[in-house]
């Protein structure tokens, strides 16, 4: 089983894309949506996260916008949650492996935000990077509600630079020339890995 690493930075369209791969029949691992799970009310870092930060708890759940605000501004918050996420992240990896190497299939993909940024590459065969022009992630990025300029750049500061990302993948999708474009290339990466 060949095992496709996607990412890209905030905005880049790597949701579109791991989208894409499933409409074409590749499974997808999608680790921010496990952070999710893992957040909610009965996900198991729930309680570890309530217990470290009380005040972004409101109404029984976690508010991420109001956890992101202390995160993205305190490294020391960050770090916090990343060593009580990225290990229950990476369990959900495996079980996901496991289970697609059983039914035998050829290709999967794992979508990891910071795949760089954790040496994540070292698990994957090949590593396929969104990416589109500045000044276009941008745009998509300050439209998103809550979204700062100031929020922005201290995402932006904790990533690895897009053009270094593209300079170590093994593909770099383009998401900044319209959707069709984008879906043509999925299409051909696949082509070549199958
Ligand atoms: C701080 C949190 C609660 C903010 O949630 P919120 O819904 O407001 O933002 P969201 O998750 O959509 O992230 C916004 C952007 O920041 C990026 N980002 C998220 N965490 C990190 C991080 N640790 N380092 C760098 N960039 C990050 C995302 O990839 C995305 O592009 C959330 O991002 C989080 O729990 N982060 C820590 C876990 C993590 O590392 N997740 C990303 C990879 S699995
Ligand atoms: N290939 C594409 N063509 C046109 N627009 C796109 C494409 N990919 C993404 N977009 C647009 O860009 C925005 C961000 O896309 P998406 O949510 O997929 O990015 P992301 O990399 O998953 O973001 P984040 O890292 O912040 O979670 C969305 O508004 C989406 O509609």
Redesign the pocket.
């Known amino acids: 089983m060949k095992i496709l690493g996607l990412t890209g930075?905030?905005?880049m369209g790597k949701s579109t894309a791991a989208a894409m791969f499933r409409t074409l029949g590749v499974p997808v691992h999608d680790?921010?949506a496990?952070?999710h799970e893992l957040?909610a009310p009965n996900g198991l870092a729930f309680d570890l996260i309530a217990k470290a930060f009380p005040d972004v708890i409101n109404n029984g759940r976690?508010d991420?916008?109001a956890?992101?605000k202390i995160?993205?501004a305190n490294p020391d918050v960050?770090k916090t949650?990343?060593t009580i996420?990225?290990p229950l992240?990476r369990a959900a990896e495996n079980r996901f492996l496991a289970t697609q190497r059983r039914l035998g299939r050829k290709l999967v993909v794992l979508d990891?935000?910071?795949l760089y940024?954790t040496a994540g590459e070292k698990r994957c065969d090949h590593v396929a990077v969104v990416s589109a022009p500045g000044f276009i992630q941008r745009q998509r990025v300050l439209s998103r509600e809550?979204m700062t300029e100031t929020k922005f750049s201290a995402?932006l500061s904790?990533?690895m630079p897009d053009i270094e990302k593209r300079k170590r993948a093994d593909f770099i999708i383009p998401t900044g020339l319209g959707r069709a474009v984008t879906f043509q290339y999925i299409q051909g990466i696949i082509d070549q890995l199958s």
């Open positions: 930075s905030i905005g680790a921010d496990t952070t957040m976690i991420r916008q956890l992101g995160a993205f960050l949650l990343e996420l990225h992240v990891i935000p910071l940024e809550g995402i904790k990533q």
